[in-house]
């Protein structure tokens, strides 16, 4: 697609629910990351994906959460048990590749989900 | 332990004025240093970045920002700014050499009035 696609944009569940969030990256994109962004701070990364291995997870906060991208393609992240401190906007980003030089590849980001938990 | 600091939660600056956004890092080696801004119920969108070379780098929508190794910062500016700039501004570094495992700042409110 023209762009980072993710669903759902909102999502509220109560606390102890498994939840499911999608990433549908920029086609041709294989680094693909998740980034959660809480109400007044910046971005914090979680975890990244060079084509259908995650390469780097941690930043992942417990074992609660889990991402997986089979295909390498979409990538969903998983999280079991929900807390009321997982709420944040959670965020997807891909760009063209990684390492070296393209370390300073531009990342797109989509616009979020918003998950609550009550 | 590698951080971005944005000291201002808020800057506001009239139509038609310069405006400065600030940042400093604490990275080792060599980062490669980002701007972002975040309108509402939007993903974060490219401004500009820094790697090597010219230490002032220009972007999108006549943005700006000038790295200063010695200061550790990377402050953005533009000349004249537009109602239109008003929006969230993010700063992040990358650790360099591998892959974007981005460091954000908390992030600056910019308010430009009429």
């Known amino acids: 697609g023209a762009g980072v696609s993710q669903t759902p944009s909102n999502k509220v569940t109560e606390k102890g629910k498994y939840v499911e969030l999608r990433c549908d990256p920029i086609s041709g994109h294989t680094a693909l990351y998740w980034y959660r962004q809480s109400l007044g701070q910046g971005p914090e990364f979680l975890i990244y994906f060079q084509g259908t291995g995650a390469a780097d997870d941690s930043g992942l906060p417990n074992d609660r959460f889990f991402a997986v991208r089979p295909e390498g393609s979409v990538s969903t992240l998983k999280i079991q048990r929900t807390e009321r401190g997982d709420s944040a906007v959670y965020l997807c980003?891909?760009?063209?590749?990684?390492?070296?030089?393209?370390?300073?590849?531009?990342?797109?980001f989509g616009a979020g989900s918003r998950l609550t938990v009550l | 332990a590698q951080s971005v600091a944005q000291p201002e939660d808020q800057v506001n600056v009239a139509e038609g004025n310069p405006l400065t956004v600030k940042c400093t890092y604490s990275?080792?080696?060599?980062?490669?240093l980002f701007w972002y801004v975040q309108y509402p119920n939007r993903g974060l969108q490219f401004l500009l970045k820094y790697i090597t070379g010219d230490n002032l780098v220009k972007g999108s929508y006549g943005f700006e920002a000038e790295f200063n190794k010695s200061q550790t910062s990377f402050h953005l500016k533009k000349p004249s700014a537009l109602v239109s700039d008003s929006a969230l501004y993010f700063c992040a570094v990358s650790p360099g050499g591998g892959y974007n495992k981005l460091i954000f700042g908390a992030g600056t409110r910019l308010a430009v009035h009429p």
């Open positions: 990275v080792s080696g060599n980062p490669y």
């Open positions: 980003a891909s760009s063209l590749t990684s390492g070296g030089i393209s370390g300073a590849n531009v990342l797109t």
